[in-house]
């Protein structure tokens, strides 16, 4: 299953992972609803459990610097057609694999 954010989801989620510590410990617990409250409609889809869904889990969040420092890139790949696994928002020693 593809994963493409809209650009103004991405923004908003960059935006708030990078600014905003209650956003950020919310979308550490469950990516899923923090996505859902940026008004991204397949994730507000509970019966949807297959493909990213599956495996989109945060052990580590990235520091809010990290994610303002990296901002251009990340979002180009937030937005990017295609992407199986569009979140490297984790310190890289802790990213999760999808398969």
């Known amino acids: 299953m593809s994963f493409q954010l809209p650009e103004s989801v991405a923004d908003a989620l960059l935006d708030k992972l990078g600014n905003d510590d209650a956003f950020r410990d919310r979308f550490a617990n469950d990516p899923r609803s923090a996505l859902a409250s940026l008004g991204f409609a397949p994730a507000a889809d509970a019966t949807v459990q297959r493909g990213i869904w599956n495996c989109m889990a945060v052990t580590e969040l ?25 979140f490297h928002l984790q310190e890289p020693s802790a990213a999760k694999r999808c398969a």
Not at 64 to 84: C, D, P
């Open 62 to 86: 990235a520091s809010r610097e990290s994610i303002r420092a990296a901002h251009v890139q990340l979002r180009a790949q937030l937005v990017r057609r295609g992407v199986y696994t569009p």
